[in-house]
């Protein structure tokens, strides 16, 4: 189902290149008239969206229920109904993709480019157990251009130029896909340079911001009769990129990716095998984008540098098996992840010195599901499905020198022999983990005589520890991106969440308008969360750190607590006449602790987003305006501070100049507001126009353009 879905979507994309966002709608609900089931996902088509951003996580924010916390211009964490980061499974092209940094700087839609991104789906609400191995918080699809096959047996040269620029901080990107295709054979190669300054708002400019990167695919297609397959190979290359809500930021990510697909379609079903793979290295430091630590007389602090060695390797395959059975589907899947990450932290000016962070810490996972569609009556729909995950991980003994010129008394001293009692401690611990989780959903969709569609879904999702929560055994504020400022501590005996959700919602649509609302309330056990490190260990070196201004006394340490996500979202749009569509979209999330009385970190604000697409004959336009309430439901666990409400209006026109050439403009932030980005953390980097520790400002009025060439 979902292969059609998507093949129809691509079909409109190319058909249609000024097709708007209605059309995609169309084209779902052609689909639905098979089967009885409400709209359970969102697309964006790139080409029929316009974005100036070169992060793909940024265009959530125009889906319901979704968001991103924003670490940096490339660094942006896919949030979905309060939850985030590894709790949120992203597909890119199928594979999953665990980046290098450990404190997820390349998250998973770093490798999806927006000049490369033919789409991106997220699923609404409950998620099916064949999407993914762990999609306790959502599931992010991104797919990437491929190319189409050609109706005979004639080569044909097809592609497509992009440039695009923009002024809040002078970016530009130019990028080329070219496909050699015709009816059995897809040649493809995708090539992508984009480089930025420093971004402004009305009050200054976020330094460090800038970025640079370069990315270059190669693929083939080939198809025959029932067979089809698939090979493709990328090189990213992330060169400086500044991330001031980090400790540091990027000197390179050097990335290998890899991925097949294989499908074999019989009268019975279809057969899809996945194989992928990634090679992930990254550097980064707190000394040349931004101004180094400084002494107290304000020169560099040689000591204080500090340089990130970290890699990750990851390799993943997929069975699966959709067979056709009365009024429905089967779905069998077999499928495994296996990803290993090393970090090493140094110091450029002494070399003996070093804490490894990670070593060869290892997280496997081997999962089988089984899933059934089934029309039980004309008018009702039955989605259910199980699956079983098998997770193992582990880590190699750790080390560190923290006394690198071997000194016999003093700080150095002290604080190398607590990171040898740390190290000593961790050493000593259950480092081998196993983990046997088992999630299942359910869905219900019954259709009145009228337009309406009622749903009715609940679901038990799991989450073994990330490498990070498990792992980490040293206070540092290596911790998937959380970005609130303070070191952490994992622990290896963590136990995997468990959550469980019931969702409640109506589809109401027809020739005049279409209403999705979503109710969700999800119950979370075992929710991993910093809370106070009663590790005396710990502690004091925490202590020590942060009397040499290295970081934050009173380190959390992961643990297990009780949690709950509960909320409305609401996606709609209104024909108001053949030119003119009203698009709205309401977004409320609430995330609190069971077990005290504290909210959860980092949740996104109600925010409600009213657009007004016109379609005239030659160009389509938009207005749109951005409303975010306050947010001062904040962790008072990780210090969080609260921000105010703000509106933003955003302006864009394209219009196809001469055939193939489509030219597009637009306007972000068209009133220079000044605001802050709740989602966008605090400031970590010396700038005189951003006090250290403060509020991330949102991004000042920015004008940019798009120009694609299709041939
Ligand atoms: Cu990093």
């Known amino acids: 189902m979902n292969v059609a879905k998507k093949s129809l979507a691509i079909a409109f994309a190319m058909a249609a290149p000024l097709a708007n966002q209605s059309f995609a709608q169309e084209s779902q609900r052609i689909e639905e008239i098979t089967v009885v089931g409400v709209r359970d996902s969102h697309t964006v088509i790139v080409d029929d969206t316009l974005v100036a951003t070169p992060d793909t996580a940024q265009l959530l924010r125009k889906m319901p229920g979704a968001n991103v916390n924003k670490n940096g211009e490339l660094t942006g964490i896919a949030q979905y109904r309060g939850m985030f980061g590894d709790r949120i499974r992203v597909s890119v092209d199928g594979a999953q993709i665990n980046g290098a940094g450990p404190n997820a700087m390349d998250a998973p839609l770093h490798y999806a480019p927006v000049a490369i991104l033919q789409s991106l789906t997220i699923n609404r609400g409950i998620v099916p157990v064949s999407k993914g191995q762990e999609t306790i918080g959502g599931y992010v699809e991104a797919v990437t251009y491929a190319g189409d096959f050609g109706s005979n047996s004639e080569f044909k040269l097809s592609g ?146 500090r340089r990130n060695w970290a890699v990750s390797e990851n390799y993943g395959f997929a069975l699966n098996y959709e067979l056709f059975a009365d009024n429905g589907t089967w779905l069998y899947g077999l499928d495994g992840h296996f990803s290993e990450h090393r970090s090493i932290i140094t110091n450029p000016n002494s070399m003996p010195f070093y804490i490894s962070n990670f070593n060869d810490v290892n997280r496997d996972i081997i999962g089988a599901f089984v899933e059934r569609e089934i029309l039980l ?53 259950n480092l081998a983990q196993t983990d046997t989780n088992v999630d299942a959903f359910v869905r219900l969709s019954y259709e009145t005589n009228g337009d309406a569609t009622w749903y009715v879904g609940a679901a038990r999702k799991t989450r073994s520890p990330s490498y990070q929560e498990r792992y980490l055994w040293i206070p540092l504020e290596a911790t998937g991106g959380l970005a609130d400022g303070k070191t952490y501590t994992g622990n290896p005996n963590l136990k995997p969440e468990v959550a469980h959700e019931i969702e409640l919602g109506l589809d109401l649509e027809n020739v005049a308008y279409g209403i999705y ?21 710990a502690n004091n070196f925490a202590q020590m750190m942060a009397n040499m201004g290295m970081g934050m006394p009173n380190p959390l340490q992961f643990s297990n607590v009780d949690a709950r996500f509960y909320g409305l979202d609401i996606e709609s749009n209104f024909t108001i006449n053949e030119a003119v569509t009203l698009r709205a979209i309401v977004n409320i999330v609430r995330a609190d602790r069971r077990d005290i009385n504290d909210n959860l970190y980092r949740v996104s604000p109600d925010n409600f987003l009213l657009a007004l697409d016109y379609r005239g004959s030659g160009w389509t336009g938009s207005i749109e305006s951005v409303t975010y309430a306050d947010q001062d439901r904040i962790s008072v666990t990780n210090s969080e501070l609260s921000t105010d409400g703000y509106s933003l209006i955003n302006l864009m026109a394209r219009s196809e100049i001469i055939e193939g050439v489509e030219v597009s403009i637009g306007a972000e932030n068209l009133l220079d507001e000044s605001y802050l980005d709740h989602l966008a953390a605090y400031n970590r980097a010396f700038n005189p126009d951003i006090a250290a520790r403060s509020r991330m400002p949102g991004l000042g009025r920015n004008f940019y353009t798009r120009v694609m060439w299709n041939f």
């Open 160 to 305: 497509r130029a992009y440039a695009g620029a923009q002024s809040v901080n002078s970016g530009d990107v130019l990028s080329g896909f070219f496909s050699l295709a015709n009816d059995t054979h897809i040649l493809r190669g995708f090539v992508m340079q984009e480089s930025a300054g420093d971004l402004e708002f009305p009050d200054g400019k976020i330094t460090p911001s800038e970025y640079e990167r370069e990315r270059f695919d190669l693929g083939y297609s080939y198809a025959q009769g029932p067979h089809e397959f698939s090979i493709d190979f990328a090189r990213n290359n992330t060169k400086d990129a500044g991330t001031a809500s980090l400790p540091m930021d990027i000197l390179s990510i050097d990335s290998d990716l890899f991925r097949s697909r294989y499908t074999f379609t019989s009268n019975s079903g279809v057969f899809t095998a996945e194989l992928s793979a990634s090679d992930n290295e990254h550097w980064m430091t707190n000394y040349h984008l931004r101004r180094p630590p400084q002494t107290a007389s304000s020169t560099d602090d040689p000591m204080r540098f």
């Open 517 to 537: 609302p979503r109710l969700f309330y999800k119950r979370v056990s075992d929710f991993i969360q910093g809370t106070p490190s009663t590790n005396m260990l």
């Open 377 to 429: 009556n004309p008018r009702t729909g039955l989605e259910a499905g199980l699956r079983v995950n098998h997770v193992s991980m582990d880590s190699v003994p750790v080390s560190a020198n923290l006394n690198p010129m071997n000194m016999m008394m003093g700080m150095p001293v002290m604080m190398n022999r607590l990171a040898g009692a740390l190290s000593t401690q961790f050493n000593n611990d």
